[in-house]
């Protein structure tokens, strides 16, 4: 092995790039017809046949309504079904138009107190058509409680902001222009939400820990990148387990999800 390198270089010079050159697809088209044979004793018979047969149906689905799935229509198996339709109605936040979909045996399941509140929060507080509701709140928070630190500040905001933001776009609704979408955000989801297993996202595919925890592959690690790198101040970057994934509903005009 310590001679192979030697020889690497002016192999790469003869042969060029090495995607030019190698032979993988060709063992895999060679594996696929070897398959075909039925007939060991009239082996080139049965890959013809079989091969004549394919190019046939193949030829013969592309005449088939656009609803009915063939082989040569199918889906990556990573496919995460594209952006909702309904987010083009009435510029809906981007949060809801993010690709995605979930994927094995789905569970109907209510919500917690403490959870609905948490999910309801972290929706509020990571859409950017709020931000200036969020600065308002923020401004008002630290007149009503000037000697408050800036840790308790952050607590009691994450406690309150919701009620607060419902009440204050309950209060000037008609005074301002605000999109329909805004007064069912502002409700909360419902209290029934939809568990799934598994969930496919910008060509990745997460598992939850219970259900890829006894699987070769682990897929049900996550990492949201910091605002920080390592000795810098900032927001430092989270790791952690997928322990579930929700599906949030909210009703009014149109039906949204996160």
């Avoid at 309904?86 to 919500?111: M, N, Y």
């Avoid at 923020?138 to 419902?166: C, F, Q, V």
């Avoid at 006894?214 to 790198?229: E, I, L, Q």
């Amino acid at each position: 092995m310590e001679h192979l390198p030697i020889h690497l270089p002016h192999e790469a010079s003869l042969g060029g790039l090495v995607q030019f050159r190698w032979m993988y697809c060709f063992e895999r088209f060679m594996g696929h017809l070897k398959k075909k044979v039925k007939n060991k004793a009239k082996v080139e018979g049965s890959i013809v046949e079989q091969y004549i047969n394919e190019e046939i149906s193949t030829f013969c689905s592309y005449y088939f309504e656009p609803h009915i799935k063939t082989k040569t229509r199918r889906e990556d198996r990573h496919y995460d079904g594209g952006n909702p339709e309904d987010t083009l109605v009435e510029a809906i936040p981007d949060i809801f138009s993010q690709p995605g979909r979930g994927s094995g045996k789905e569970k109907e399941t209510w919500f917690k107190e403490e959870d609905y509140h948490i999910a309801h929060t972290y929706v509020l507080r990571n859409c950017d058509q709020l931000r200036p509701f969020e600065r308002l709140f923020d401004a008002s928070l630290i007149a009503a409680h000037p000697g408050m630190r800036e840790n308790e500040l952050i607590e009691l905001g994450e406690k309150t902001y919701a009620s607060w933001l419902k009440k204050h776009v309950e209060d000037t609704w008609n005074d301002n222009a605000y999109p329909k979408w805004l007064m069912s955000l502002v409700h909360g989801p419902l209290v029934q939400v939809t568990s799934w297993p598994m969930y496919f996202c910008r060509g990745y595919i997460f598992h939850t820990y219970d259900h890829g925890k006894d699987k070769k592959n682990a897929n049900y690690g996550v990492c949201v990148k910091g605002t920080s790198s390592s000795g810098s101040g900032g927001e430092p970057g989270f790791y952690g387990v997928l322990r579930e994934i929700l599906e949030l509903h909210y009703s009014g005009p149109p039906e949204s999800k996160y």
